[in-house]
Nanobody
């Protein structure tokens, strides 16, 4: 059974930083494209960043480019998201999951973890 455990969220002031982690199990991690998503209150879940299985290629949505960095440690089956210069509009629950493409296309019927809440105060 696949498990995705996100952690590292919290309350931070605008301009601050957080580092999110996503520990995966039950599925091959190495070689699997992975991505971070977020869902703000009243909005649909959106793709934020993706990374190839080797970690050599990354992709970001325009709103986080230059501020967020996605990375992975295949030996630890862990995905990371370093978030700097945080803004109130980054407030959301953040999730990780495997992705079919580097633009965030999902696999059908993939389950989600519980996510981790990020709240940025102004």
């Amino acid at each position: 059974q696949v498990q995705l455990v996100e952690s590292g969220g919290g309350l931070v002031q605008a301009g601050g930083s957080l580092r999110l982690s996503c520990l995966t199990s039950g599925r091959t991690f190495t070689g699997t494209r992975m991505g971070w998503f977020r869902q703000a209150p009243g909005k649909e879940r959106e793709f934020v960043a993706g990374i190839t299985g080797s970690g050599s290629i990354t992709n970001y949505v325009d709103s986080v480019k230059g501020r967020f960095t996605i990375s992975r440690d295949n030996a630890k089956n862990t995905l990371y998201l370093q978030m700097n210069s945080l803004k109130p509009e980054d407030t959301a629950v953040y999730y990780c999951n495997r992705i079919r493409s580097m633009t965030g296309e999902m696999y059908d019927y993939d389950a989600w973890g519980q996510g981790t809440q990020v709240t940025v105060s102004s």
